[in-house]
């Protein structure tokens, strides 16, 4: 019996939340450890559609939920969330979340910062959700950040937040932005600290206990590995390593207990916000996907760009993140097109490069080397079992799985919960 790691292979919104509720059902606990509300993750189950940021999606299923120290916490997005997955009859306490009590926090003034920093960027901007992620990270490896535990200290929090607000004030000030006074961030902590503090553990202990009482564990990623911080689009990413390996330090968990690194794959691709997209579409195809595929985003409601799969980004982040399984999604959005293509591999300048260079000028003059494909007109959509493909969205999916060294283990035809088809357990593996 193993554990699951699920993560973002491409630049996020791929599926995961679906995903993660689907193979919920055959897990204990769900486990969040990186990123923050930055995330999105968009849950059908029947008629009720739940979205999700800084909650694990495995408390869909009524599963234990964890929030590990990876995690950058808003305490007021947090209880907003609660609010409202708990007004669509969600059960959310202390006994169900568990958050780790040495988890950092995003204060407002995070946010702050984050959306002055990029109005200064002006065009080069990052396109972030605005949300304090950035800063909030950056505060937390400077040593300086406000951890959950602190809102139990009056002292602790007196003393560290000075340091916090010449940090940000100095830089808000120089930026032209309001400067936040002490008190205003004080009254907002103690104002969230009494609702925020039962839920507060140490979340690596419980993790061990639960491991060790052969209960499964589901690892929940965020974002993508287009958007790690080391691996990704740079500087065209997030703030956090988002890749598996890290499921283990943002839970306080051991390496070898990550299990099966199961990456989500969208059967074509997305990103939204700034920087390199090789496979972009700017035509009536890009379009097309972004409407059958209603593709905006779940945080800031803006349009993602829409392109073809690439399988030389894929196929690296099979190899960085680790990824012994693809769940490949939203194949259904592709039916009905004459034909499909595949990016497999790029040119730089006229020449033919085997990998996506590192440097973002490099990056943003790669261009496409397509392989196309017929598509089907049959319709892939809800289909629940691998015999209800058309054979030529099957030609599709087996020439991905070899463009990009993985197999598909697990495939998506619409929104809905349970039209998935599962081809490996990868709870059995
Ligand atoms: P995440 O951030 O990776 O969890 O993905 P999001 O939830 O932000 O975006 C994925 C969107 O696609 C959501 O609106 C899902 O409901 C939807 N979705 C997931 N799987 C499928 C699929 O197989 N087909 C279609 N048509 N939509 C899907
Ligand atoms: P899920 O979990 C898609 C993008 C932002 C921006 C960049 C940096 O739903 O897949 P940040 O606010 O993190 O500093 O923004 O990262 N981004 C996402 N794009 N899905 C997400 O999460 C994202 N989280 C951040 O658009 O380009
Ligand atoms: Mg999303």
């Given at each position: 019996m193993s554990n699951v790691t699920v993560i973002g292979t491409q630049w996020g919104d791929e599926g995961k939340g679906k995903i993660v509720d689907w193979l919920a059902s055959r897990a204990d606990i769900v486990v969040r450890f990186q990123g923050g509300h930055n995330a999105g993750h968009t849950l059908v189950v029947g008629d009720q559609v739940y979205k999700l940021s800084?909650?694990?999606?495995g408390l869909v299923r009524g599963k234990t939920g964890v929030i590990g120290n990876g995690v950058v916490v808003d305490p007021e997005a947090l209880l907003t969330e609660i609010d409202r997955v708990t007004a669509q009859g969600l059960t959310v306490t202390p006994e169900t979340l568990w958050i780790a009590e040495n988890a950092p926090l995003i204060l407002p003034i995070h946010a702050a910062t984050d959306r002055a920093r990029e109005a200064a960027r002006g065009e080069r901007k990052i396109g972030t959700t605005g949300r304090g992620i950035g800063p909030a990270y950056e505060d937390k490896v400077a040593r300086r950040a406000i951890r959950l535990?602190?809102?139990?200290?009056p002292e602790t929090l007196d003393w560290k937040l000075d340091e916090l607000l010449l940090h940000h004030n100095t830089l808000l000030a120089g930026l032209g932005a309001d400067t936040f006074t002490k008190q205003a961030l004080l009254d907002h902590l103690n104002r969230l600290a009494p609702r925020v503090l039962p839920f507060a553990c140490s979340v690596w202990e419980r993790l061990d206990e639960a491991r060790r009482a052969g209960r499964r564990i589901l690892f929940e990623g965020a974002q993508a590995v287009m958007l790690?911080?080391?691996?990704?689009?740079y500087p065209f990413v997030t703030s956090s390593n988002t890749i598996a390996a890290v499921a283990a330090s943002g839970s306080g968990v051991?390496?070898?207990?990550?299990?099966f690194v199961l990456g989500i794959a969208k059967a074509y691709a997305t990103r939204v916000g700034e920087g390199p997209f090789p496979s972009e579409l700017h035509d009536e195809t890009g379009r097309t996907l972004g409407q059958r595929g209603h593709e905006f985003g779940t945080v800031t409601g803006r349009p993602r760009r829409c392109g073809w799969f690439d399988a030389m980004l894929a196929r690296r982040a099979v190899k960085v993140g680790g990824v012994n399984g693809i769940a490949l999604t939203k194949l259904d959005v592709l039916d009905g097109l004459d034909e499909v293509k595949i990016c497999t591999s790029y040119t730089l300048d006229g020449k033919s490069i085997t990998s996506f260079p590192a440097s973002p000028a490099a990056q943003a003059r790669v261009k496409p080397v397509y392989e196309t494909m017929p598509g089907w007109s049959e319709t892939t959509q809800g289909?629940?079992?691998?015999?209800?493909?058309?054979a030529q969205a099957i030609k599709y999916v087996r020439r991905i799985e070899e463009l990009i060294?993985?197999?598909?283990t697990l495939l998506s035809t619409s929104p809905e919960r349970d039209d998935t088809i599962l081809m490996r357990d990868p709870f059995e593996d």
């Open positions: 800084l909650l694990p999606s535990c602190d809102l139990a200290e790690d911080v080391d691996h990704g689009t051991g390496p070898s207990s990550i299990g289909a629940r079992s691998w015999a209800d493909l058309p060294e993985a197999p598909v």
